[in-house]
C-alpha cells in the first residue's frame, strides 16, 4: 500500500504529489534536466514510497551507465522483492505521460532548484549550531554556509560551444557594435588604449607607488571617470575618512582646491553635475585589518537588496590594509589571499574593482636614479602581479610632485605587452590626474622614443 505523509515534514517537497511525479517525468524524458539536477535531489524528498522506490532506480541507472532507462530497463532494474502492482503501474504511468513542454521544464526545474537550495542551507545551519560556542570553530561554519550557497549555482554553466553558427554570429555582431566588452575608461587616454577602451567586467586593477605617492588620489580620479561615464562606484576607504575622500570627489569633479570649494557656486555645479552627467556614488569607511573581501561580498549584495544600488566600479584604499580570509605566518600569504579574494568578487558580481599596494623602500631611490618602479619593487608579495589584471605603477619624485608630472607605467597586463610608459598631469591641490598636454610643456616621450 502507498504510504503518503499527512504530517509537516521539512525534509520532503513542498509540491502536490502531481507535481512531484513530473519531476521524475522530467527525469526520464531529459537527460539535460537528469544532468543539471538528479544529483542534488534525494529520494527521500518525495512524500510516497513508490516515487522514492523509482527515482532511487532511475538515478542509479543513470549514474552508471550515464543514460536514461527504458521502461523495460528500468522494470528489470528495480530489485523483485519491492516490485508490486503499485511500482508496475507507476513506471507505465510515467513513461506514458504526454511530453513536457519548454516552459514546464523550466517551471519544474526553477522550484525544484530553489528547495534543494534551501535544504542545503537548512542543513548547514543545523550542524553548525553545536560549533556555535567554539570560537575556533567558525571558519568550519563559514565553509558550511559558503558550500550550501554554492549547491546548484552552477548547474547552467555548461560553457560556450565557441564554433557554433549562431555564437560566430553573435560573436562577430558584438565586435562590429563594439558590445564584445563592456568598458570603462580609466581617464587616461594612452593607458585605456593599452586597455583596449578601459576596464571591464571582472577586472582587478592595482596601482603600485610607494608611501605619499598619490595613490589615493589615482583611486578618486579612475572613480570620478567611471562617474562621468555615467556608471556607479563604490569606493571603499579604509584609511581615510568618509568625508575627506567625499571631499576629494568634489575636489576632482569640480577642479577646485578645498579652499575654493567653498564659493557659493559649488553647490548649484554639483547638482547640475548630478543631474545630467554622474552615476551614483557610494563612499564607506572600512576598518583596516579588520574587512575582508568576503565581507566587501556581502556589503555590495546586501547594499543591492536594501537600497537598489550596484556598482559598475569598486575602489578599494587600499588592498594591502584589508584583513586576509584566514591568518599566515608569512604577511606575503595573507596578501595574496586578499587579492584572490579581490579577484574573485571581480569576477562574481562581474564589476571592474581598482585597488593599489605600496613599493618598497628600493623602489624610492631607484625613481630618484631615474628608474621606473616595475614587478620586482613589490613590497610584500609578488603575487600581485600574478593575480591582478593589470598593475600600473606611478612613478613620480618630489621634483616631479612640484611640476605636477608623474609617469605611468604598465608593470603588468593580461591585456598583452606590458612595459608601456607614459606622463600624466597631477595636481595634488585639486586631486586631478589627467593626460599630460603639450600645455603641460615637453612630455619628454619624444626624446626617449628617439
Not at 504511468?93 to 521544464?105: A, H, I, M, T, V
Not at 565586435?175 to 564584445?180: K, N, Q, Y
Request: proline share 3%; net charge negative; aromatic share 10%.
Amino acid at each position: 500500500m502507498t504510504h503518503t505523509n499527512t504530517v509537516y515534514e521539512p525534509d520532503k517537497f513542498a509540491f502536490t504529489l502531481d507535481f512531484q511525479r513530473e519531476v521524475i517525468v522530467a527525469c526520464l524524458q531529459h537527460p539535460t534536466f537528469m544532468l543539471r539536477l538528479g544529483s542534488e535531489i534525494s529520494p527521500l524528498h518525495f512524500e510516497v514510497d513508490t516515487y522514492s522506490l523509482l527515482f532511487a532506480a532511475i538515478r542509479k541507472f543513470f549514474e552508471k551507465y550515464q543514460e536514461l532507462p527504458s521502461k523495460i530497463a528500468l522494470d528489470n532494474f528495480i530489485p523483485a522483492k519491492v516490485k508490486t502492482d503499485e511500482v508496475e503501474e507507476l513506471i507505465e504511468s510515467l513513461y506514458n505521460y504526454r511530453d513536457l513542454k519548454q516552459g514546464e521544464l523550466d517551471f519544474i526545474q526553477d522550484n525544484v532548484l530553489t528547495f534543494v537550495q534551501h535544504q542545503a542551507m537548512k542543513k548547514s545551519i543545523v550542524e553548525s549550531i553545536n560549533d556555535l560556542s567554539e570560537i575556533e570553530k567558525y571558519p568550519k561554519i563559514k565553509e558550511r554556509i559558503e558550500e550550501a550557497l554554492s549547491v546548484g549555482t552552477d548547474i547552467y554553466e555548461m560553457g560556450t560551444v565557441a564554433y557554433d553558427e549562431q555564437e560566430i554570429l553573435n560573436r562577430h555582431k558584438a565586435r562590429l557594435e563594439h558590445t564584445d566588452y563592456l568598458r570603462i575608461p580609466t581617464g587616461f587616454e594612452k593607458l585605456d588604449e593599452a586597455l583596449d577602451g578601459g576596464l571591464t567586467e571582472g577586472d582587478l586593477f592595482t596601482f603600485l607607488a610607494p608611501a605619499k605617492a598619490g595613490k589615493s588620489m589615482f583611486l578618486v580620479n579612475v572613480g570620478a571617470k567611471a562617474l562621468l561615464e555615467q556608471r556607479n562606484v563604490l569606493h571603499i576607504t579604509l584609511e581615510m575618512s568618509e568625508k575627506r575622500i567625499i571631499d576629494r570627489y568634489d575636489m576632482r569633479l569640480l577642479r577646485l582646491t578645498k579652499n575654493e570649494l567653498l564659493v557659493n557656486t559649488t553647490v548649484r555645479r554639483l547638482k547640475e553635475l548630478q543631474k545630467d552627467y554622474l552615476g551614483k556614488l557610494v563612499v564607506k569607511e572600512c576598518p583596516p585589518d579588520a574587512f575582508t573581501p568576503d565581507q566587501l561580498l556581502m556589503f555590495i549584495k546586501k547594499h543591492h537588496c536594501v537600497t537598489g544600488f550596484f556598482p559598475d566600479t569598486v575602489c578599494v584604499d587600499y588592498a594591502d590594509i584589508m584583513a586576509p580570509t584566514r591568518r599566515y605566518t608569512q604577511k606575503r600569504f595573507e596578501i595574496d589571499n586578499i587579492y584572490y579574494g579581490l579577484k574573485r568578487v571581480a569576477e562574481e558580481l562581474k564589476i571592474r574593482l581598482v585597488t593599489a599596494s605600496q613599493t618598497n623602500r628600493d623602489s624610492v631611490r631607484r625613481l630618484e636614479e631615474g628608474e621606473l618602479i616595475d614587478m620586482a619593487d613589490v613590497a610584500e608579495s609578488f603575487g600581485i602581479v600574478r593575480i591582478a589584471t593589470v598593475a600600473v605603477s606611478i612613478n613620480c619624485t618630489p621634483a616631479d610632485k612640484r611640476n605636477h608630472k608623474a609617469k605611468l607605467f604598465v608593470a603588468a597586463s593580461r591585456y598583452g605587452e606590458d612595459g608601456g610608459a607614459f606622463n600624466a598631469y597631477i595636481d595634488y591641490s585639486r586631486c586631478l590626474t589627467r593626460d599630460w598636454t603639450r600645455e603641460d610643456g615637453p612630455s619628454g616621450e619624444e626624446e626617449s622614443n628617439e
